[in-house]
């Protein structure tokens, strides 16, 4: 299973750009989705997940300016980001908790981080 993320660019403050990631390989079934950030010599952080009945969840530092959406016919999720801040620049990472054809485990995925930087 392999997750391929696009989308990261350079923006400036009060923009918006659109994430995307799309799972691809032997799927059997994805439960959760979501993405994490990592800034500048801060860890890892989680910034939204979607469930596989798209029920969502947000870091406080995005709520009301980012939204989580899946594509289940595709294996995507999304992540728009509206009125982005210097602080949101980062690596963001999508991830996925996928049920793959040969087995009954779950496992997790990671994709490979796209660059979002905001300038002020």
């Known amino acids: 299973v392999q997750l391929q993320a696009s989308g990261g660019g350079l923006v400036q403050a009060g923009g918006s750009l659109r994430l995307s990631c799309a799972a691809s390989g032997s799927i059997f079934s994805i439960n959760t989705m979501g993405w994490y950030r990592q800034r500048p010599g801060k860890q890892r952080d989680l910034v939204a997940t979607i469930g596989s009945s798209d029920n969502t969840m947000y870091a406080d530092s995005v709520k009301g300016r980012f939204t989580i959406s899946r594509d289940n016919a595709k294996n995507t999720v999304y992540l728009q980001m509206s009125s982005l801040k210097p602080e949101d620049t980062a690596v963001y990472f999508c991830?996925?908790?996928?049920?793959?054809?040969?087995?009954?485990?779950?496992?997790?995925?990671w994709g490979q981080g796209t660059l979002v930087t905001v300038s002020s």
């Open positions: 991830y996925a908790i996928v049920k793959v054809v040969t087995t009954a485990a779950w496992h997790s995925y």
